[in-house]
């Protein structure tokens, strides 16, 4: 079965300090790869998603950035965070190729920039 | 623009009895149209869909409404279980791939013993 794996669960930042969290995925090949936000009493927004090892989109222009360098493994970091970084940032999955809105996330990242 | 809304931020119901979540969209354009339940300190996870050629989808206790012309959608729960207290978000979509997916802001549900 297919499993993601999300870290740290928490996370203290001072402004200006870099990030890097890190989501993998097991029992699976090829995946799509998102990372969202979800900011306080906001909906789900989305970051980044991949499509493949060294493909990103980016949907909201910002201070953070991703990558994927490898096939099951996705990376969101920032060289220096903002107070409006602060949120509860998601990993989330769908099996590679189109027309799959059916997403399976992680248990998140809650971020708090101070 | 928020083009999927949840205008409840929360709802409180008794156990045994219905809950009924509510979801508003303004794109005309979606045709595809989800609902995610989060515990807290975990992902969500999927819960139901429906397509728009459809006005109704049923998944034992859980049943989604599609009102196309009202662009309204909900989320009924029949009876609801201390289990069913989370947050519900809908989601929705003009193209297919979960990178379109729009979300509410979400509803906290709490089921009263």
């Known amino acids: 079965s297919q499993t993601i794996h999300q870290w740290p669960a928490t996370l203290v930042q001072p402004v200006g300090s870099p990030l890097s969290l890190e989501c993998t995925v097991e029992?699976?090949?090829?995946?799509?790869l998102y990372w969202y936000r979800q900011a306080a009493g906001r909906g789900l927004q989305l970051l980044f998603y991949s499509v493949g090892i060294g493909q990103i989109s980016s949907e909201v222009p910002q201070n953070l950035s991703a990558s994927r360098p490898q096939d099951r493994q996705f990376i969101l970091s920032s060289k220096k965070l903002l107070l409006s970084d602060s949120g509860f940032y998601l990993c989330a999955w769908t099996p590679g190729g189109q027309g799959n809105e059916k997403l399976f996330f992680g248990s998140g990242t809650q971020l708090s920039v101070l | 623009d928020q083009q999927v809304k949840q205008n409840s931020p929360s709802l409180s119901v008794q156990e045994g009895r219905i809950s009924i979540l509510n979801c508003d969209y303004t794109?005309?354009?979606?045709?595809?149209f989800l609902w995610y339940k989060k515990y807290p300190a975990e992902g969500p996870t999927f819960l139901i869909s429906?397509?728009?050629?459809?006005d109704k989808n049923e998944d034992g206790r859980f049943t989604v409404f599609l009102n196309k012309s009202a662009k309204h959608l909900s989320l009924h729960i029949v009876p609801s279980q201390p289990g069913d207290s989370a947050v519900y978000f809908c989601?929705?979509?003009?193209?297919?791939?979960?990178?379109?997916?729009?979300f509410g802001q979400g509803t906290r549900l709490t089921i009263n013993p």
């Open positions: 989601a929705a979509s003009a193209q297919r791939g979960a990178q379109k997916l729009v």
């Open positions: 794109n005309s354009m979606f045709d595809y």
């Open positions: 029992g699976t090949s090829n995946p799509n």
């Open positions: 429906i397509s728009s050629i459809k």
